[in-house]
């Protein structure tokens, strides 16, 4: 799933109002992700591939997302930035994990990276529902790698070089680049 198609489908359902598309997008939300079955009463639950526990701080995304929800959103994120969790997440020197590595602090909010894409977020779902979603069939909504496109730091454009208006040196006109 790409960021975008976790309100995309909504941005275009909910044109009216931002404060409408708020409340689809909570309402959207854990349809992203197929919902486990609820544990029945006794059961043990179900051995879960990973368990993500609920977050606790969300400050612009649905704050009803579940853990796998958000771990699948910030996978998205990961790749289209070509980032890593710690590129926004503040290590816990205190907390080794298994790997040797420190375990990431994901709720504390020190670095500023993770501010940062906190106003992208916002941007984000700003330009989509109130720009792109209002183009007649519009199917493309922005995401994070429509600028991101892999790096952290968005690459500037750089136009390709033209050849000069007439044709280059040496080339027959006939195959000459159209130049418009
Ligand atoms: C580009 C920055 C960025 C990257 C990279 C990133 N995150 Fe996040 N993460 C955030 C932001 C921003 C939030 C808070 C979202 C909000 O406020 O709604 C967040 C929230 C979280 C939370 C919820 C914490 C809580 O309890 O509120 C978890 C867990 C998390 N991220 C895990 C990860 C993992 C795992 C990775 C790597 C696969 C990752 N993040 C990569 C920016 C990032
Ligand atoms: C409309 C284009 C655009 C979109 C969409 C966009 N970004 Fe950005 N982003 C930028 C630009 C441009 C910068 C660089 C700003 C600067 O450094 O001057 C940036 C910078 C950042 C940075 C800071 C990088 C650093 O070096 O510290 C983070 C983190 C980030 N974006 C995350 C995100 C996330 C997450 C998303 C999707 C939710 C997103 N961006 C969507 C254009 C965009």
Redesign the pocket.
């Known amino acids: 799933m790409k960021p975008a198609s976790l309100s995309f489908p909504l941005a275009v359902t909910a044109l009216l109002s931002v404060a409408i598309f708020a409340v689809a997008t909570l309402a959207q939300a854990p349809q992203t992700v197929p919902q486990p079955a609820p544990p029945t009463a006794g059961t043990p639950p179900p051995p879960a591939h990973h368990m993500?526990?609920?977050?606790?701080?969300?400050?612009?995304?649905p704050?009803e997302l579940t853990?796998d929800q958000?771990?699948e959103i910030?996978?998205q994120?990961?790749a289209a930035?070509g980032?890593?969790?710690n590129?926004?997440?503040t290590a816990d020197p205190t907390n080794i994990g298994p790997n040797g590595k420190p375990r990431?602090k994901?709720?504390d909010d020190s670095k500023p990276?993770?501010?940062?894409?906190?106003q992208?977020?916002t941007m984000l779902e700003e330009i989509n529902v109130k720009y792109v979603s209002k183009i007649d069939s519009s199917g493309a909504p922005v995401t994070?790698g429509t600028c991101h496109r892999g790096h952290l730091g968005p690459e500037p454009f750089v136009a390709p070089v033209k050849e000069g208006h007439g044709p280059p040196q040496g080339t027959p006109a006939t195959t000459a680049p159209t130049v418009k």
Request: charged letters at 20%; one cysteine or more.
């Open positions: 993500h526990p609920a977050p606790t701080n969300l400050k612009v995304l704050k853990g958000l771990d910030m996978d994120w990961s930035l980032a890593h969790c590129t926004c997440h990431l994901y709720a990276e993770k501010a940062t894409a906190r992208m977020y994070c």
